[in-house]
């Protein structure tokens, strides 16, 4: 054949197969325009794959986070079972007092994080014991069953980059040391743009689940210790009692001397003796991780309560501030704004006068 056939030929070979290529991407945009515009709403699509990869499901969130709270509190149990609580010390707290870790710190740790981290790799987890390395974990499956059958809640989708879960793997450590194992909790916080809206409490000594979703449902066990109508008409303010002196003087002088204080350990346990209103506030005057906090804030503001700080702002949970909360807090249920200008006005009138 000679060159200038098969340059011909070349040329027409060319020519052919630009005519159905220009078909098919005519008909692959027909295809996209047509799912896009009249299946949104079914599902699989491929336009709603692609419209949800940077979304994360909160119901599903919320029921990974009930079981990370549960994991988290089997393995303090079972550490509590060995005897064996390798305890150790991370220093002291600011106030003094010994601030230990345990085996079921880090075991607990290990289980609710990596087990939260495999199910949603792409969510940013804080977790008291950042620094403990973790290695063959038992991790989970989302269990939607450890939803109370009355639970109807949406499958809500917020952004991945807007979420931020907060983990305390066990709160009040001393006293867990101590066997004083009423005050230890597992805790897990849900935060969307910073604001505090799944909260997860687990008492795994009593074997108890205290969860609410903002606007909407909690667990039964919350719905029961939670009363309809709170008597708030007495101050009782509970303390921490790793440093009760120095907040008993203050709840004295803010709220007179016949104030009743209850002191007690674990800002989640202090938490849930505001829910069942065994205390009216939780008053805590120094820094705070926002861990030992979030979950209770989350709870609170579902039952219509309250948490700031002690300037009367809303503490932010977004990634991107300090885990340390260092202006105290206070937890109600009612008469917050009260509780906080009495706060308020006290700390001013103690400030010294600059001439």
């Known amino acids: 054949m000679s060159y200038l056939k098969r340059k011909e030929n070349m040329g027409r070979r060319i020519h052919v197969h630009r005519v159905p290529a220009a078909i098919v991407i005519i008909l692959l945009t027909v295809i996209i325009v047509y799912f896009v515009n009249f299946h949104q709403d079914e599902r699989p699509t491929l336009y709603s794959m692609l419209r949800n990869q940077n979304k994360v499901n909160l119901r599903k969130l919320l029921i990974g986070a009930i079981q990370a709270a549960q994991r988290g509190g089997m393995e303090v149990l079972e550490v509590t079972k060995t005897l064996e609580l390798k305890e150790r010390s991370k220093g002291k707290t600011d106030e003094g007092a010994n601030d230990p870790f345990t085996d079921a710190d880090g075991r607990s740790h290990c289980v609710m ?5 495999r199910i949603f790799p792409q969510i940013k987890i804080f977790s008291e014991e950042d620094k403990e390395s973790c290695s063959n974990v038992n991790t989970f499956d989302l269990d939607p069953t450890v939803l109370h059958e009355t639970a109807d809640l949406p499958n809500e989708l917020a952004d991945i980059n807007d979420v931020t879960v907060w983990i305390d793997p066990l709160d009040a450590t001393q006293e867990f040391t101590e066997k004083l194992y009423q005050y230890v909790t597992t805790m897990v916080c849900v935060a969307v743009k910073g604001k505090p809206i799944i909260g997860v409490i687990h008492s795994p000594f009593i074997g108890q689940t205290a969860w609410a979703w903002v606007d909407n449902s909690m667990s039964e066990y919350l719905a029961s210790i939670h009363p309809v109508s709170p008597d708030t008409s007495k101050p009782l303010i509970t303390v921490s009692r790793s440093h009760a002196g120095s907040v008993k003087d203050l709840v004295r002088n803010v709220f007179g001397e016949k104030s009743e204080i209850l002191t007690a350990a674990g800002a989640g346990y202090k938490v849930l003796q505001v829910i069942s ?44 501030g300090s885990p340390v909360n260092d202006q105290g807090l206070l937890a109600t249920l009612k008469s917050h704004d009260e509780y906080i200008n009495k706060l308020i006005q006290s700390r001013k009138s103690a400030a010294p006068v600059h001439r």
């Open 113 to 117: 994080k990596e087990g939260l981290h």
């Open 277 to 320: 209103n065994n205390a009216t506030a939780y008053l805590h005057s120094t820094k705070i991780k926002k861990w030992d906090i979030c979950a209770g804030d989350a709870i609170l503001s579902a039952l219509g309560g309250t948490m700031t700080n002690l300037k009367g702002e809303l503490i932010d949970y977004g990634p991107d």
